[in-house]
């Protein structure tokens, strides 16, 4: 017997929030670069709507196709919107679990949640077909961060979320289990192990950035305000120069480097030029950080009727970046990892995949 829509929406609405396709706005092509994710995500879906067949062929070697995905980075990233963006490409319905639905002061009541949240959408998965459960903020089941204190109900809840993740995974149901986290080092790393994908999500480096802003103020040509071109013109401007700067540092130095990395480039660009821009502004902003700078100098530009590169750029001051409310501890691991990998590369021995 198959679960209606109000079924799906009214039992496991209890968790989180269920989107069927038809009801999510945001595309693919709405969360630029991440083309490596994109990939990856593509494989992952196309693969989960063809559960039987995969699952048949993964067998004929002893394996079981574990579909689960951890995605991590920093909040605004695009984690959440991607993996919704996806589930309205492959038509597939989607819950959003909530983790303050989730965890409880009272004893028991954690593990509970996550079995009945779990054992509700492989119910629906079997009966209704592919089903995708998407954890947000994982790391508050079984960290300190969560409302139950006490150690055993911590480590408790850990190996009960663990337990209903193998049990999904050898009995052959289309559900797909997504975690997100903002806190890969808080992750119970019996945890981390279980999520077959690992998909790292960055700030924008200032060429996505560029492009970012650029696809927001293409969004605004509906509006009744207009945009000063300017805007564009200036963007451009800032992105050669920035551009390079990069040239000269890669040259001198021999190797590529990050713009979060040390600082180099940036310091450089201040010798060199007076007046910062709208790149050098969002240094560590998210993508979901330049949206609302967008939105607070709407507010004003309704007022004018005409967006200025002075009112954007206040704007996008005032809305303030991401990066600086991040875990340290978060950073420096990204960081690490990230130079780890170009050094690797630098000596020719295959690294990590970048996903
Ligand atoms: N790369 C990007 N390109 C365009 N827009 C982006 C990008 N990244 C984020 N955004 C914007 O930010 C919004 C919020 O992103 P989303 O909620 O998916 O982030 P998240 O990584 O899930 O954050 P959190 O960790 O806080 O849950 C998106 O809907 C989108 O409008
Ligand atoms: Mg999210």
């Known amino acids: 017997m198959t679960f209606s829509d109000d ?38 879906f196309k693969a989960l709507k063809k559960y039987e067949e995969i699952s048949e062929q993964f067998k004929k070697s002893n394996l079981i196709p574990n579909f689960t995905v951890l995605l991590y980075g920093p909040p605004g990233t695009g984690k959440t919107s991607l993996t ?20 409880s002061p009272l004893l028991g009541d954690t593990i ?14 079997k009966e209704n077909g592919a089903f995708v459960l998407f954890f947000d903020e994982i790391d508050a089941i079984g960290s300190e961060r969560s409302n139950i204190h006490e150690v055993g109900e911590i480590k408790r809840a850990v190996i009960s979320f663990l337990q209903v993740i193998d049990r999904i995974n ?25 999520f077959t994908f690992h998909l790292k999500f960055d700030f924008p480096n200032y060429t996505l950035r560029k492009k970012i802003i650029e696809s927001f103020l293409n969004k605004l040509k509906n509006m009744k305000i207009g945009i000063d071109e300017t805007i564009y013109l200036r963007l451009n401007e800032e992105h050669e120069k920035i551009e390079k700067i990069s040239k000269d540092l890669t040259k001198k130095l021999g190797h590529e480097i990050s713009e979060f ?31 609302r700078g967008i939105k607070v100098a709407l507010f004003k530009a309704f007022h004018t009727g005409l967006l200025t590169y002075d009112m954007f750029y206040e704007s996008l001051k005032l ?31 295959e690294g990590p995949p970048e996903i």
Do not use: M
């Open 7 to 44: 079924e799906i929406k009214e039992r496991l609405g209890k968790y989180g929030a269920v989107y069927l396709p038809s009801e999510i706005k945001e595309s693919i092509d709405d969360i630029l670069g991440n083309e490596s994710k994109k990939d990856r995500l593509e494989d992952f």
């Open 84 to 103: 919704r963006a996806f589930s309205k490409k492959y038509n597939i319905p989607i819950c959003v679990i909530e983790s303050d639905r989730l965890v």
């Open 112 to 125: 509970k949640n996550i079995r009945n949240a779990v054992e509700l959408a492989s119910e629906i998965a």
């Open 170 to 194: 050898y009995e052959g149901i289309p559900l797909a289990i997504f975690g997100a986290t903002n806190h890969q080092n808080q992750l119970d790393s019996a945890i981390w192990r279980r």
């Open 261 to 291: 990395e040390d600082n180099l480039l940036w310091k450089e660009f201040e010798k060199r030029y007076a007046e910062d821009g709208l790149l050098k502004l969002t240094i560590g902003y998210s993508g979901s950080d330049i949206e």
């Open 319 to 349: 809305v303030g970046g991401t990066a600086i409310h991040v875990n340290r501890q978060d950073l420096l691991s990204t960081i690490r990892e990230d130079n780890l990998r170009s050094k690797r590369s630098k000596l020719s021995i």
